[in-house]
């Protein structure tokens, strides 16, 4: 029997009918990460960015759309929830948007390579919301969209390394073979490697951000990419550089206290109906899924703000936005808080023996070293039976020396050193995501923390 092609979103939504039915049976799974799986083996690739150093290789996974004209800089300013005072050439900034009402619709890192020349990178939300804008919107741009990896035959304009931990400076320095010069956190420095201009952002996807170049990200020319990346492996060589792979590169989220993929809020309410009819009935937004033991049947109670994402503070009513208004008008209520949720180690290894061993029926499997096994997770967070939040994006380090995860809680629930319980699996035996063998949840304690856990 042929497939049903929707033309757009708002066709596919129309059809199914029921948009958590949807996503919670998509037969999407975790995001794609298309570089190899392991170089040395996820657990030293991941010990490298604590001790020395790791390079993984952005190059692929990530949608760039690029946006140059004299209202470029406009365009970004109507959408992004950030202050955009004094920003320009050689800046940076991870971008923040927002519905009409104040919810969530993505993020990604936003490039001032010019004044007027601008690049959103990231998963392909935030990006296509932009080029939404900028197509239908009056702004004078051009866009460019330069697709990941598997959406574009392995092409790509540019290539992209993130090196993270404590040796960066020194093996950036010593590739150049030239003193780094000084960049300032979220700025971009120029310089030549074996010949090649790059531009290097001062961020960091691992340790303290703000700390000078525990984290540079070095982009250039695609047609170069093998060129520098031999001379910063030739460089990181004494120093212990080791290349990071698919597996151990999901973690660093966990440690660093980046929630991937929420549900972005653009499947309901008319104002958002453009868009939707704008996207297509098989792109990312479409064939995204939702995975874990948090189940309603309104789409809306998905849907997070700024401050649950730990992003209240890029927050500047300095300027119009699409949702200032809405986002003013929650500034004082209470808000979910970002927090850290270290599982406990006796109750995490009997779930796994549990899900492997013995008669059935089996707890859900956790994939190492990171379990999704959808797009966006969402797991129950309890305090004596109450619901207090959610669970998402969990998985192991060796940094952490066991199973944590990222939650976001109410604010009165986040008190350091807490023990919460996390209700791991689905319900009902599981969802029809291919991804999901049949199960029964269990529960696992945790203790809260508030601050980076490494």
Known sequence: MPSVIHVNLEEKIQKVGNVVGMLRNAPQGPYVYPMRAEYTNWRDEQRAWQETAVLFDQSHHMTDIYFKGPDALRLMSDLGVNGFKNFGRNKAKQFVACNHDGYFVGDAILFAFEDDEFSLVGRPVAPNWAAFHAETGNYRVTVTRDERSIANDGRRLTFRFQLNGPATHRIVEKAAQAPLPRIRFFAMGEMEIAGVPIRALNHTMVGIPGQEFTGLELIGPSEHSETVRAALLAA??????????????????????WIPAPVPALYTRESMRPFREWLSGEGFEASASIGGSFVSDDIEDYYVTPWDLGYGHVIKFDH?????????????????????????????EELIADSLFGAAPHAKYLEMPVSNYATGTYDKVLVDGRL???????????????????????????IDGREVTVVVGEENGGSAKPTVERHVQRHIRATLHTRPLV
């Open 236 to 257: 990181g060589e004494e120093f212990g550089l080791r290349q990071g792979g698919a597996r151990a590169y999901p973690s660093t989220a966990i440690e660093s206290g």
């Open 320 to 348: 119009d936005f699409i949702g200032r208004a809405a986002l003013e008008r929650m500034a004082d209520r209470p808000h979910r808080r970002k927090v850290w949720l270290r599982w406990n180690d006796r109750d995490t």
């Open 388 to 414: 207090v939040g959610i669970s998402a994006n969990n998985g192991y380090t060796v940094n952490v020396g066991g199973w944590s995860s990222l939650g976001m809680v109410d604010e009165s629930e986040a």
